[in-house]
């Protein structure tokens, strides 16, 4: 009695301990709520996505006079919120997320309900079928729990009545109820035993889910980076308008100048046609640089509204910012650079965890090398009940002194009975399967250390990578530096030039064809330096995404930028 009270209470503390583990359900105090929202469709909260009406009337509020000026952080500010592609870049790591849920699956504990009515009637052939036309009708009801436990155990309840009833005269107890309850359980071994083996594929999903919130991240770094880019061709472009206009201004007072001589008659008419010339010359080059300035406007307005038509942004961006000069303060030592951007470049964490899921998957595939070994336990509690037939046995007469006293009853003795420990029984074992050749799981096995072997060299591969780009965008902001002094010393040089030749022209010891080449270099100048302050900025950027430093930079938050995913509306 004692040792039954044992196996059936360890039994029952096992099935409660694989219940509180992977379910993670936690009793509320509408419990029947909670239990039928789970066969429901969940009502999931997405991350909101970028409205045009709140984009145009946030564009609205910060235009004033047909301009909106901007500073680079809310130049960024309106990429995070208003950017189609984000929209839809933040939905990965989400979906992600919800399909390494799905590896709970196979540890969720299940309850089963089957229930069949049979009735049979057969033609009597001989004596001993108790009744010229045997008829039975009988009932089988089951109810039972399962579940698979992360330590590689199975746990299973099933509690079984049948009844019966029959017009044969043989049968004592008619109707009768019989009953089982069993418990079992089965633990493997050596294949499949362990917490580690048997969630190898939940911790791979979790590391997938990872490397999403990592490619979110690297997709993150890529658009703010050309949207820094493109903030900077605004800048240039801007400038150098107000370069090519003051250019024209210049010519356009020249050419005046050049028509009141004429007119005085302190120079030949002939002279003027090369200052009409150069006018005209240098209109065109503001007309074209006035149309790219629109068109960079358009690339800039796509990263920061979801309309359909970026155009359709009647405002004119204006950039608060401009290139500023270098400092000391903007590299570090090229090692320091190295060691950041090792730190911090999405690829590496990508591969890291790559390599981690190659590991995971060489442990799971060697684990299934062994043979299976099972050990299997279970405890059977029977019963049995039923009403003492008043037809009487044709060759024994009445013979209900023969049955058992505590059988005598319905349904009520048959579910009780079990719990008296009468009537039991016991089982236990062990199960050995052993694969005589193993080929499959050694390739497999095989596999997973090649792919693991792979992922090693990927990484070295990818440091190295990023060593190279690391020290490319050092090498190119250092030649921007150099751009830049040389072209302020070139323009400097060109200015001096102009005013040189500006005061001979004026003591007639020049041409107007030489001054009028010289306005154009200075033009040319101003133009190349602000190109090599706005390259040396841009250059800066490309630092930060060689080193992964770009969100950094710009005080973004990954968690933040993806929003209130991954929960469910209640």
């Not at 008829?135 to 579940?147: C, M, P, V």
């Amino acid at each position: 009695m004692k040792a039954s009270r044992i196996v059936v209470t360890v039994l029952i503390a096992l099935v409660t301990a694989g219940v509180a583990a992977p379910a993670q359900a936690q009793i509320s105090g509408n419990f029947i709520k909670d239990f039928l929202a789970r066969y429901k469709s969940p009502q999931l909260v997405f991350p909101s996505a970028p409205d045009s009406a709140a984009t145009a009337q946030v564009l609205g509020d910060l235009t004033l006079n047909g301009q909106l000026p901007l500073t680079m952080g809310e130049y960024v500010n309106l990429i995070l919120q208003n950017n189609l592609d984000i929209g839809v870049d933040r939905l990965s790591p989400l979906s992600s997320m919800y399909s390494a849920l799905t590896n709970y699956r196979p540890f969720e504990p299940s309850i089963h309900i089957k229930t069949t009515v049979n009735r049979n009637t057969t033609p009597g052939i001989s004596i001993l079928s108790g009744a010229a036309n045997p008829s039975t009708l009988s009932g089988t009801y089951n109810i039972g729990f399962a579940q698979t436990l992360t330590n590689g155990g199975i746990v299973g309840v099933d509690a079984t009545m049948a009844r019966s009833s029959t017009n044969s005269n043989f049968v004592t107890l008619n109707p009768s109820w019989q009953g089982t309850m069993q418990y079992s359980y089965t633990q493997h071994l050596m294949q499949n035993f362990g917490r580690t083996v048997n969630l190898h594929a939940l911790h791979i999903a979790q590391n997938n889910q990872k490397i999403s919130h990592v490619q979110f991240e690297q997709q993150l770094i890529d658009l703010v980076t050309n949207g820094e880019k493109s903030y900077w061709d605004l800048v240039f472009s801007a400038d150098d308008i107000k370069v090519k206009q003051r250019s024209v201004d210049l010519a356009k007072k020249t050419l005046s100048d050049n028509q009141i001589q004429i007119r005085i008659g302190t120079m030949a008419p002939v002279d003027a046609i090369q200052a009409e010339s150069d006018v005209a010359t240098r209109n065109l080059a503001l007309i074209t640089s006035t149309y790219t300035e629109r068109q960079t406007q358009d690339s800039v307005k796509k990263l920061i509204t979801s309309k359909n038509d970026p155009g359709t942004v009647l405002a004119r961006l204006t950039p608060l910012e401009t290139a500023r000069r270098p400092m000391d303060s903007d590299v570090m030592p090229v090692e320091e650079e190295i060691k950041i951007a090792l730190e911090n470049r999405p690829e590496m964490k990508q591969i890291q965890l790559d390599l981690e899921n190659k590991k995971i998957d060489v442990m799971y595939t060697k684990n299934q090398l062994k043979p299976t070994v099972d050990f299997i336990a279970q405890y059977t509690q029977n019963s049995a009940a039923g009403t003492l037939s008043t037809a009487p046995n044709p060759f024994f007469g009445n013979v209900a002194g023969t049955i058992n006293p505590s059988l005598v009853g319905g349904l009520g003795t048959a579910i009780t009975q079990p719990f008296n420990f009468n009537y039991q029984g016991y089982a236990a074992g062990f199960s050995i399967q052993i694969p005589l050749s193993n080929r499959a799981a050694q390739g497999d096995h095989s596999r997973a250390l090649t792919d693991q072997r792979t992922s090693e060299q990927k990484l070295t591969a990818q440091a190295q990578q990023i060593a190279l780009d690391v020290r490319n965008a050092l090498t190119q902001v250092q030649m921007n530096k150099a751009q830049i002094e040389a072209a302020t010393t070139a323009r400097e040089l060109a200015e001096r030039r102009l005013d040189a030749e500006q005061k001979k022209f004026d003591l007639g010891a020049s041409t107007i064809r030489f001054v009028l080449e010289e306005q154009r270099n200075v033009a040319q100048a101003q133009t190349d330096e602000l190109q090599a302050l706005v390259n040396y900025t841009k250059a800066l950027v490309d630092l930060d995404h060689a080193t992964g430093m770009t969100l950094k930079r710009n005080n973004i938050e990954i968690d933040k930028t993806l929003g209130p995913a991954g929960t469910t509306a209640k």
